[in-house]
């Protein structure tokens, strides 16, 4: 961050894996986890807060590409409150992706993403990670810096379309 290391719970789940389940809340304050999905490609735009500028330009982003994308749906994820994630959503005209909370569960630690040290501590760090339809982890980034966007040529090119 800034030039400075930080540091995650652990490391992305392994390429070629099954993805861990997981359960978040959605702006409706329901839970929602993996098997919600399940038979779609899924881009999980990992985040630590859509609050800050190159989180929000990510979620536009992919808000924008996944209204192209058969058979994909994007989970934008951050420990942001639900009521939170709504507002941004309501005011900026996002649609095409759906927001999802860590505010309440252990998603961070369990797909590594959790920051655990810095003043960033306990927010999610900045990764993209794609699903295939059968659940298996096709796709993963962990940005190098946490203000640089994610590479989403490289996160569509892993949905076969």
């Avoid at 290391?5 to 099954?18: D, E, F, I, K, R």
């Avoid at 989970?75 to 941004?88: E, G, N």
């Avoid at 190098?144 to 490289?154: K, T």
């Amino acid at each position: 961050m800034g030039g400075k290391p930080v540091q995650t719970y652990a490391q992305l789940p392994a390429l070629n894996q099954q993805a861990p389940d997981f359960t978040l809340t959605d702006v409706d304050m329901k839970n929602q986890n993996l098997a919600s999905y399940k038979g779609k490609y899924l881009i999980l735009n990992i985040f630590p807060s859509v609050d800050t500028g190159v989180c929000s330009a990510s979620v536009r982003h992919f808000n924008e590409d996944a209204a192209n994308l058969p058979n994909t749906i994007v989970l934008c994820i951050s420990k942001d409150l639900p009521f939170a994630q709504k507002r941004f959503c309501g005011a900026e005209g996002i649609k095409n992706v759906v927001m999802l909370s860590d505010f309440r569960s252990d998603f961070g630690k369990t797909y590594g993403v959790e920051i655990t040290n810095s003043a960033m501590k306990g927010l999610l760090s900045r990764a993209v990670v794609v699903i295939d339809p059968q659940g298996k982890i096709v796709y993963e980034e962990q940005v190098s810096d946490i203000s640089h966007e994610p590479n989403y040529e490289a996160a569509m090119k892993a949905v076969k379309m």
